[in-house]
């Protein structure tokens, strides 16, 4: 599968990826630098923040309760905010964009 990541400058990277990847394993995969994902994926540290691409939120789905709560303390949240490591790809999210924030800080 492929996504596509989008930093906050416009420069975009495609990533190939295993369905069952998280987000910000794909990201960390690849070199992405504004993901760092610090607590390794167990939604504690909110550094794999990212903003879903409007046209995929319905396939990515809601962040639950603990995600909010962690969403709450992002640099520059929107409504689209989620954390990478909450978000597992499946085969459906091929082509999947995700938009990188500016900072994790
Ligand atoms: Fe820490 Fe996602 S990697 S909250």
Redesign the pocket.
């Known amino acids: 599968l492929l996504i596509n990541f989008i930093t906050h400058d416009g420069n975009a990277y495609e990533a190939e990826v295993e369905p069952g990847t998280t987000v ?1 394993e794909a990201a960390i995969n690849n070199g992405i630098d504004a993901i ?14 990212c903003y879903v691409d409007e046209a995929w939120q319905s396939k990515t789905g809601e962040p639950n309760e603990v995600e909010k709560d ?1 969403l709450t303390c992002v640099l520059e949240p929107q409504d689209n905010s989620r ?4 978000i597992t790809i499946t085969e459906e999210m091929n082509g999947l964009t995700i938009h990188l924030p500016a900072s994790q800080y």
């Open positions: 910000m760092l994902g610090d607590c390794g994926g167990v939604c504690s540290c909110a550094t794999c923040h962690m954390l990478g490591c909450q």
